[in-house]
């Protein structure tokens, strides 16, 4: 089994939708969550950073964690043909800087 | 904002090629890493340094090797090319743990084809 899973998608949604993307991990150490967008032949560009459980918001999107059920999530409002890409989440264990990453899920938003 | 560079975007090299790809960062940050990323197996960590001259094995070291010789400086070396190192490669950087645990930040990505 995986430290983290991810479904790689893809995940088509027409424009306007609300966006959920998941990811599930088993280490209970993992103690900070991040959300990395990719878009196509660039490289992964951090988008949301969180610390234990609760929910962080900027703009339009919203990281959620729930260190209880080992599961994270980014929520994305009012999805934009923009918003396109592949999304990444990544892990990190206290006192630790070797980040662990889900596989991507591959968003595509249509007009 | 942070800049990490590498200095091919894309790169054609023969099988047996000793390749050199390269990472510069300019935000001083003490730790620096390098993935490759393949469909279906996302990112793997080949190997990271969290000082000069310093190198520590990731998840998948064969056929590889650094070299950290100046902090803003990180480079990736394929002894001997093989088609099966065929991939995109990128590059981050992030400050050292004590100085709050701060994301990786990456660069662009090489894409290298081993013909």
């Known amino acids: 089994q995986k430290e983290v899973e991810q479904d790689p998608g893809p995940l088509s949604v027409p424009e306007g939708a609300i966006v959920s993307l998941n990811c599930t991990y088993s280490?209970?150490?993992?103690?900070?969550f991040m959300w990395y967008r990719q878009y196509s032949r660039k490289g992964p560009e951090l988008l949301m950073y969180?610390?234990?459980?609760g929910n962080k918001e900027d703009g339009r999107f919203t990281a959620q964690v729930d260190k209880s059920s080992k599961y994270i999530s980014l929520f994305i409002r009012d999805s934009q043909p923009s918003d396109s890409a592949t999304y990444l989440c990544?892990?990190?264990?206290?006192?630790?800087?070797?980040?662990?990453f889900g596989a991507g899920t591959r968003l595509a938003v249509h007009p | 904002d942070v800049k990490v560079t590498q200095s091919s975007r894309y790169l054609v090299k023969r099988t047996g090629e000793k390749v050199f790809l390269e990472c510069v960062q300019d935000?001083?940050?003490?730790?620096m890493f390098w993935y490759r990323q393949d469909p279906g197996l996302g990112l793997r960590l080949i190997y990271f340094?969290?000082?000069?001259?310093?190198?520590e094995k990731g998840d998948i070291p064969e056929g590889y090797s650094v070299s950290r010789e100046k902090k803003e400086r990180f480079s990736l070396i394929l002894e001997s090319a093989s088609t099966n190192q065929t991939s995109m490669y990128l590059c981050?950087?992030?400050?050292?743990?004590?100085?709050?645990?701060?994301?990786?930040?990456f660069g662009d990505g090489t894409r290298l084809s081993i013909l």
């Open positions: 981050a950087s992030s400050p050292l743990m004590g100085q709050g645990n701060q994301p990786q930040h």
């Open positions: 280490n209970s150490a993992f103690q900070y």
């Open positions: 969180t610390y234990s459980s």
């Open positions: 990544a892990m990190l264990p206290g006192g630790y800087n070797k980040l662990i």
């Open positions: 935000m001083d940050h003490e730790n």
């Open positions: 340094s969290y000082d000069v001259k310093m190198k």
